[in-house]
């Protein structure tokens, strides 16, 4: 369901297979998972949707470095799921033609997290729904040196996700759906 428009993905993934990407399948999403501290109230939530004014993210601009961040999917389950995709400014597409399959074009972000979610064309699974670089909870971006960061994935109406946000205070946090990647968003992380 995931990136089913991507045709040139297939291809790339079986390259990358034969290369040593492995793209395995390791079961479906759990519906709901919680990493980090106590199951305390987050402090700041980000719903991922789609509604009469298309895919996007809502909810807190801010959150405090420390404290949980809930990411929820209120989408319906016919929209081929989201990604809460942290990502450098640099590998932001701006352009329609590269928020479609331009994204998915080798060095792209959207290929680069397709892979690293090891989401496979064949079988439209997503092998590895969370994608957890440096420290525990949201803080590493992908960007065009760094070819793996935090990243979750979510494929089913209201499915949530709660982590730590690990990264610094004054740190911009900016955030992407790899699955529609006109879908974009950013969070600052306070003291």
């Known amino acids: 369901m995931w990136i089913g428009r991507s045709t040139a993905l297939r291809g790339l993934l079986a390259a990358g297979a034969a290369a040593g990407l492995t793209v395995a399948i390791a ?9 980090g501290a106590p199951a305390a109230a987050p402090a700041a939530t980000v719903s ?11 909810g807190s601009s801010a959150v405090k470095a420390g404290e949980m961040l809930r990411v929820r999917n209120i989408s319906g389950d016919a929209h081929g799921g989201h990604t809460f995709t942290l990502v450098a400014t640099n590998v932001l597409p701006k352009s329609p033609k590269a928020q479609g399959e331009e994204c998915f074009t080798p ?3 959207c290929l680069t997290a397709a892979i690293a979610h090891e989401f496979d064309e064949q079988t439209m699974e997503v092998g590895r729904p969370l994608v957890e670089a440096g420290q525990t909870g949201w803080d590493k971006r992908f960007s065009r040196r760094i070819k793996k960061g935090d990243s979750w994935s979510s494929e089913k109406k209201n499915e949530t996700f709660e982590q730590i946000v690990s990264a ?15 879908m ?4 600052r992380v306070t003291g």
């Open 27 to 35: 079961g479906g999403s759990p519906a709901s998972a919680q990493q």
């Open 48 to 58: 991922m949707r789609f509604d009469d004014r298309g895919p996007r993210f809502t």
């Open 107 to 109: 060095g792209k972000i």
């Open 168 to 182: 610094k205070a004054g740190t911009i946090l900016r955030y992407m759906c790899v699955v529609h990647a006109n």
């Open 184 to 187: 974009q968003g950013k969070i």
